[in-house]
C-alpha cells in the first residue's frame, strides 16, 4: 500500500501535469473569462497556486501555505490591507443566579 502523503504528493503533481496542458486549450480559456465575471470565494488560479506552493515545499507534512481565499483577496486590485484580528470575544451572559432543579 502506498504511503498517503506520498499519493497525496502524486495526485497533487498529476493535477499540475494536467493543468498546465488543459490551460492552453481555447475552453479552459473561455471558462477563465466567465469565471472572472463572476465573485466567487476561490477561483481556478487560487487552487492552482496553492497547490504549487505545496509542491514547492516539496509535499512536507506539516508546513503552512496560503488558504486559496486569502490568494483570491490578494490577486483583486481593490483590496484593502488583510488584518489578523484574532478570534472575536464571547459576549457576556445575561443569566442572573443559579439555575435549580425544576
Known amino acids: 500500500m502506498e504511503n498517503p502523503n506520498q499519493s497525496d504528493a502524486s495526485q497533487i503533481s498529476r493535477t499540475l501535469m494536467v493543468h498546465e496542458t488543459v490551460s492552453q486549450t481555447p475552453e479552459f480559456q473561455e471558462y477563465l473569462r466567465q469565471e472572472a465575471t463572476r465573485d466567487l470565494h476561490i477561483n481556478m488560479e487560487a487552487k492552482i497556486l ?53
Open 50 to 102: 496553492a497547490l504549487q506552493e505545496v509542491a514547492a515545499k516539496k509535499f512536507a507534512p506539516h508546513t503552512s501555505i496560503t488558504h486559496p481565499r486569502l490568494l483570491v483577496l490578494q490577486m483583486q486590485e481593490d483590496h484593502a490591507p488583510l488584518q489578523n484580528r484574532g478570534s472575536p470575544s464571547t459576549p457576556n451572559s445575561d443569566a442572573k443566579g443559579k439555575i435549580g432543579p425544576t
